[in-house]
């Protein structure tokens, strides 16, 4: 019997801290669970170089607390162009058999980046940050920083002031999603997640 949902989160920044908090949300409330019973502790690594490093202490670090008591544990760390399975299967690696959230782990991975998320349903990314007219966009384009460059030049190019990078909007342009469903097709990686997401709430017990 479960009162507050408690989850936990390891992500690499403020980007993706937005935009797959809202995902949860959504996809809480679309399976019947409502968000206020949602508990976020979110824990961001701090060098992009060395995340898997700070996912291995991370996991070491939370064995020993109380953060094992969480229900669900969310890890997103971006593709880079490795593609989700290879990415998921190099982190459960780093999982050991025994440990206390082994069976309560779900994994985000944007391929190549979570930018490439904000962006993948045009009409809620425009209504989510106010543009007049949705950037043109490869569907997949497998190049450093292409999509990260691609949010910045949309800003600056329609006068929207950001201080954090766009990572402000991720929230509400989930929000403007119309289908989640037909969203995450885009996107293996964000499918995968999607479908995660989905078996989750729809076999806790309150």
């Known amino acids: ?90 982190l459960e690696k780093m999982i050991k058999s025994d440990h206390p959230l082994r069976n309560k782990i779900i994994f985000a991975v944007p391929d190549p980046h979570i930018e490439r998320w904000y962006m993948m349903d045009q009409k809620a990314f425009k209504m989510g940050v106010g543009l007049k007219k949705s950037p043109d966009m490869a569907a997949y384009k497998c190049k450093k920083n292409y999509y990260k460059q691609l949010l910045h030049q949309t800003f600056k190019e329609s006068n929207i002031n950001s201080l954090l990078g766009g990572s402000e909007y991720g929230e509400r342009i989930v929000n403007q999603i119309d289908e989640m469903e037909k969203f995450s097709k885009v996107d293996a990686g964000c499918q995968s997640f999607m479908q995660s997401a989905k078996h989750f709430f729809r076999n806790i017990t309150f």
Do not use: W
């Open 1 to 90: 019997m479960v009162g507050k949902i408690r989850i936990l989160y390891f992500l690499e920044d403020r980007a993706q801290e937005g935009f797959i908090k809202a995902m949860i949300e959504r996809i809480a409330e679309e399976e019947s669970v409502p968000v206020e019973k949602l508990i976020h502790d979110v824990r961001s690594a701090r060098h992009g170089s060395r995340v898997f490093n700070e996912f291995k202490n991370f996991l070491k670090d939370i064995a020993k607390s109380t953060f094992s008591e969480a229900v669900l544990l969310v890890v997103a760390i971006d593709g880079n162009c490795k593609g989700h399975n290879d990415r998921i299967k190099q």
